[in-house]
């Protein structure tokens, strides 16, 4: 699925412009690093991409969804097809790591005994299958954080949005999660990847937009990067 | 399938995790059920009764002398509301009245010509028909006086809709009190799980396999409330009635194992439909806001 | 001071955002507090109802005939529970009869010898005390034979141990259902808050000052939904007393209003009372739990 | 007040050590950062100094107070020295930013004047004053950071306990808040910072204790560390 977005504005009650005329093309499988200071917009414009946010104003198209038309029911369609890691990580405190992987697979009725098998395999693959059982609030930030990943890519999306997904995690980490990322990339899915990060930008070379108050002031193609810009 | 599955386990999550509220809830639930229950067989019971007083309820209209009897009987039984009536005629009237008066019979002969009235003795079904049906007894030209029990009756028409209206106060605050309760704790526990909601919205669950656990959660919990209800009731409604029967042996209570069974039903079945609708009102109007985008 | 003012601002913070709960909470109060109410008016009429009635109850001792009257009356004197006493004796006895034969007096004098036994008019203060009383009279060698209205005796004394055991229910239950319904809204009160609970212990905010808006939440609640109860219970009974009056004249209902207005009085201090505890249970568990270290 | 910690292991349920004997003297007035992998134990070790965490075994003591001796009551005049800014930055969703930072001296019984002039002046200093009638949900991930940050030097404590401060800022606004958090420091504030910033530690020197798996195995004073720790 590629995403589309055209002219783009949301000024939020307060009058806080948080993106201010956003034009924006992501083709499928491409990896997108979005970049910009705090407060720039970089949440604000993966949340309109996820329809949390409805622009003021402009259009986006992902796939064949007009996001401004989708009707409920789709949208709950439209969302199995992305995996997002929000930067708050919004993890269920009441549920186990375990749980917390393998309630987005139930909500879409997978049959408990896949459930089980992939959710293991994902907390595998970010090394998070040793606390299975414990609850988040149980879990280091960074312990935190992989775990919030494993939920964002269990289903397999189209399309990925990773909100800061390194934020808490130590260099080498970072470097595990970005390679994860780039292999799950590689299979197909669209990644957009807000970061403040710049040695991952420098070390990972793919696509970099940067933000800044709300508009779109870069947008180097991959390898075309250079280091000056403002995370 | 996994899905139901899915959907009973969140269910029972829901009803033990904050399992005091749910205690609680079945209690208020069980409470006004029971208030509602009692209510309605108060109301059964004051019907009963009256019935039973009502089936002797008997209005005597003596006629002008002369006149047709069956004619002025005709125009009575247009009323309406008139169960019976049954004519006398003088002749008959006075062998009545020497039956009354057995061996003493012969002062009848002292009275000469047969100075009884015609009379018309009407039943009515309800003790509030007497007194309309007396109005317009004594409007007719050929009534020359009505007796009935005046006072008794309309005191029985005003307690019979005294207690009318007090069940149907019941009836109207019970229901209201109910949705409120069964409400309330759904929207409490949707209120505990905002942020759950929340997330599973985003990840893609749908509406429905959202709101269901909460809405199944409330029509559990109405259920067992009323069948609680239902039970204390009707088993201690049996005890009252050895009780009452035996101190106050001149009033018939209703004892219908078939009436009573039926109210018994009708109470879990509204216990269900409220805590569906409550939760259905508590949970949808949440998810509706959880969905608007920013 | 400033403290105070933070206080009152938390509290009304805490009754006005789920406003639906606490309202809900109010009216369940209310509902409680009416019950309790209702059923303290209930056993007061029927304490009341009884007390006039049984002003009215005497056994009748026949004594043997030349029984020393001041003896049995002193000897009976003592049995205890016992109001009034009156001898009559054969004489007396006679003369009562007279007057009440009125014009046909002169038939006694067909009596010949006087007939009539000494008799002991023994007036007691509750119906529950003529069953024992009779029976040890009858054990009373001097005494022929004893004569009370039994039955009725026995029946009110049944209905008022009823009533008094079923408004010791009705309390015992409302006292529970008021605790656990403020128990359980401070407790979602306090869940709903739990993160800020937690944060505002962290940075030092001491027991107290957390718990306070959540206790003064309760009190209020509990005070206000008294209050609302006393007042709509007092009016509702004046005009279902002036209602029932009219229909059933024969019995008296108490209408002291000194008596109504203590009754107010201890139902908005029991309403205080009783959320004061409740949330101070529901508040100081969860403050402990949350200050204790992983 | 100095912190001496000695012999500090902590076992949480579940056989899971967190710490692991660490013994660690932090004097008054110093800075101190905090680094080492993911799940290392840092924030365990922040947490046994605020007493949110009972060591399992050994000392602690802080000031005058005997952490595992303080009675309730101790508790919350204890903490008043203490400033904490939290990894997961726990504000109130329902306070506005004000509000958030107001609400710890009302708990003091500050009187509403000096509140408001103390609360004011920390946002400005933060540069958060114009947001301050957001609420948190309403804030990127920096700018809640921030506040996080303000709420924990409102009330000028002895020891500042900063856990992760910069995992959601920008370089440019990290630099800031260091600079922040070291000129409170000046001013004789005991500073204690957990940190993934790499870039931080080498800018602006300071004493560096490094964690791994629930030990410390690195005590460097301000100026000897060498850059080839793991964060
Ligand atoms: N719901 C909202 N109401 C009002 N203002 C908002 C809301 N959401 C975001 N904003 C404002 O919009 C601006 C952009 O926020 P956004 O979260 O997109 O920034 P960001 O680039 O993700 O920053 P960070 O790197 O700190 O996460 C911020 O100034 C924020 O205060
Ligand atoms: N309450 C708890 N119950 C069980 N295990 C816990 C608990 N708290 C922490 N742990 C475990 O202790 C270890 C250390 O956690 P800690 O939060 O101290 O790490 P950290 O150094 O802060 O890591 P990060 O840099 O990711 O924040 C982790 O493996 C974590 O899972
Ligand atoms: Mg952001
Ligand atoms: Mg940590």
Chains 1, 4 share one sequence.
Not at chain 2, 44 to 71: I, M, P, S
């Amino acid at each position: 699925m590629d995403i589309r977005i055209s002219g783009v504005t949301k000024i939020f009650e307060g009058d806080i412009v948080a993106l201010d005329g956003v034009y924006l093309s992501v083709g499928a499988g491409e990896f997108v690093y979005l970049v910009g200071t705090t407060g720039s917009g970089k949440t604000t414009l993966l949340r309109v991409i996820s329809r949390e946010v409805l622009p003021t104003k402009g259009q986006v198209l992902v796939g064949e969804f007009d996001l401004r038309r989708i009707r409920y029911n789709d949208l709950a369609y439209y969302r199995r097809d992305l995996g997002i890691v929000f930067q708050d990580f919004r993890l269920l405190p009441h549920l186990t790591v375990f749980e917390n992987v393998a309630f987005i697979l139930e909500a879409m009725g997978v049959p408990p005994k896949e459930v089980r098998d992939r959710s293991g395999f994902i907390l595998e693959r970010v090394g998070m299958w040793h606390r299975r059982f414990l609850r988040p609030p149980q879990l280091s930030g960074g312990e935190q954080q992989r775990v919030a990943i494993a939920r964002a890519i269990v289903n397999a999306p189209a399309i990925l949005l990773a909100d800061e997904p390194t934020g808490n995690l130590d260099p080498r980490t970072s470097d595990e999660i970005v390679q994860l990322l780039t292999s799950i990339n590689a299979s197909g899915t669209t990644v957009i990847m807000a970061t403040h990060n710049q040695y991952l930008v420098d070390a990972y070379r793919h696509r970099v937009v940067e933000v800044h108050r709300g508009r779109i002031i870069r947008d180097e193609p991959q390898g075309r990067y250079m280091a000056d810009v403002d995370l | 399938m996994s899905t139901f599955r899915y959907l009973m386990r969140d269910t029972f999550r829901l009803l033990f995790r904050h399992w005091g509220m749910s205690l609680l809830t079945l209690f208020s639930i069980s409470a006004v059920f029971f208030l509602l229950g009692a209510s309605s067989l108060l109301s059964l019971n004051a019907r009963h009764l009256l019935d039973n007083v009502e089936g002797q309820l008997t209005v005597q209209a003596y006629l002008k002398a002369g006149t047709d009897l069956a004619a002025a009987r005709d125009k009575v039984q247009s009323f309406g509301n008139i169960v019976q009536i049954t004519s006398v005629t003088p002749d008959e009237a006075l062998e009545r009245l020497k039956a009354r008066l057995g061996n003493r019979a012969e002062v009848v002969t002292l009275l000469g010509d047969n100075p009884l009235p015609p009379t018309l003795e009407i039943r009515v079904e309800r003790a509030s028909h007497v007194p309309p049906l007396a109005r317009r007894l004594v409007a007719m030209a050929e009534v020359d006086d009505v007796v009935y029990a005046g006072g008794l009756a309309e005191k029985l028409s005003r307690l019979s809709s005294f207690v009318g209206r007090l069940s149907m106060a019941i009836l109207v605050i019970a229901i209201v009190a109910a949705v409120m309760v069964l409400f309330n704790t759904v929207r409490m526990a949707v209120y505990s799980r905002r942020d759950e909601i929340h997330v599973m919205l985003q990840v893609g669950a749908t509406q429905t396999y959202v709101a269901l656990p909460f809405v199944l959660q409330g029509m559990l919990l109405g259920m067992a409330g009323a069948a609680l209800a239902a039970l204390t009731l009707l088993k201690g409604y049996a005890s009252a009635v050895d009780v009452l029967a035996s101190t106050m042996p001149f009033l018939q209570f209703l004892r219908d194992g078939a009436l009573l069974a039926r109210l018994g039903v009708v109470l879990v079945g509204a216990g269900i439909s409220l805590g569906w609708i409550a939760s259905w009102l508590a949970v949808v109007r949440f998810i509706r806001a959880a969905m608007k985008p920013l």
